[in-house]
């Protein structure tokens, strides 16, 4: 009976060996295969857009003006109806920006475009969409740098000519922040099993919603500093003449890779992503959204803390030389 007993103990103690060893295993396995790391390794296989050199993704108004007869080159205007009726780019067509995706899907074949320019007010909020359209797969879309307001006057006027301040430089900083250490990562719940699938609803999710939310004003930013991770993704000349207290800088086209710095964001606060003008963080906001953090572009980039300063510099400072003064259709 002893050795019966001592016999049922022992297969007792192997069965939770092995119970907790696949339960460890399983831990592992999920954690491993979550739907945030299938989506970036499927991000990261196919294109890794953000981390190329192909981001961002933006045309000068000059290319546009001369393509203006080409019908390979498609612009899709995602201003207000009124504004578009105001006026806007000959040939252009009037979408609201939350159609993007399935005028893309159901209304043209993008393929048989060289090259599809969403144009907005200022360029950011069409960099942000051309970003999502960019991670979905459509390689020829762009944005228009300045949007409108490199087109003529009179659209600079309340958007970039309004915007390019001074009043923050000198709270500005010269000294360099050290990068955190790794941390946790979003957690996604489509229910999607494949790094393809979990891209497509998020995606779909995220056209669901204005880029309005995904906009911190320079103002807002400075009355509650602390609630901010801020990210300052330019190369390291200009992140070393000035940049926001605390902010720490991120190489574009290379930094938001999970091989580099991708896993130092924070998910406990949000991602305030700051570049010169706005539309290169606009990219990296559309991406990081996708993967789930919660993140803002700081509106108008650098050019609402320092505009003086970039254009005596030539760094995409805004000035009366960016706009154009092109014809507009009315």
């Not at 204005?210 to 930013?221: C, D, R």
């Not at 000349?237 to 086209?253: L, S, T």
Request: with cysteine; hydrophobic share 35%; proline share 3%.
């Amino acid at each position: 009976m002893r050795k019966l007993t001592n016999f049922l103990g022992t297969l007792l103690f192997i069965a939770t060996l092995i119970s907790s060893f696949s339960s460890t295993a399983q831990d592992s396995l999920n954690t491993t295969n979550s739907e945030f790391e299938l989506l970036v390794q499927h991000l990261e296989a196919n294109g890794n857009f953000i981390n190329s050199e192909l981001a961002p993704a933006i045309v000068l108004a000059s290319e546009i003006k001369d393509n203006l007869k080409n019908k390979k080159y498609l612009v899709l205007d995602i201003r207000s109806e009124s504004w578009f009726e105001y006026g806007h780019i000959k040939n252009a067509e009037n979408l609201k920006a939350e159609n993007l995706l399935n005028y893309f899907q159901n209304d043209i074949k993008p393929e048989e475009f060289d090259k599809i320019t969403i144009v907005c007010y200022s360029g950011q909020s069409a960099a942000y969409f051309a970003g999502l359209l960019r991670l979905y797969g459509y390689n020829n879309v762009y944005n228009l740098k300045w949007g409108m307001s490199s087109w003529d006057e009179e659209f600079a006027t309340n958007i970039w000519i309004k915007n390019s301040k001074d009043e923050y430089v000198d709270q500005l900083e010269t000294t360099a922040n050290l990068m955190p250490e790794k941390g946790d990562t979003p957690i996604l719940n489509t229910g999607k099993t494949t790094g393809e699938e979990i891209l497509k609803e998020r995606i779909k999710e995220a056209f669901t919603k204005p880029y309005k939310e995904y906009i911190t004003k320079a103002v807002a930013y400075f009355e509650n500093p602390d609630s901010y991770y801020v990210v300052n993704y330019v190369d390291e000349e200009k992140y070393n003449f000035g940049h926001i207290k605390g902010a720490v800088r991120y190489q574009p086209q290379n930094s938001l890779a999970s091989t580099t710095n991708l896993y130092t964001l924070p998910t406990n606060k949000k991602v305030l992503v700051n570049c010169l003008t706005g539309q290169d963080a606009a990219y990296a906001v559309a991406y990081l959204n996708i993967l789930g953090y919660d993140v803002a572009n700081l509106a108008y980039g650098s050019n609402a803390l320092m505009n003086s300063k970039l254009v005596e510099k030539g760094w995409n400072g805004f000035s009366n030389k960016e706009i154009k003064g092109y014809p507009i259709v009315e």
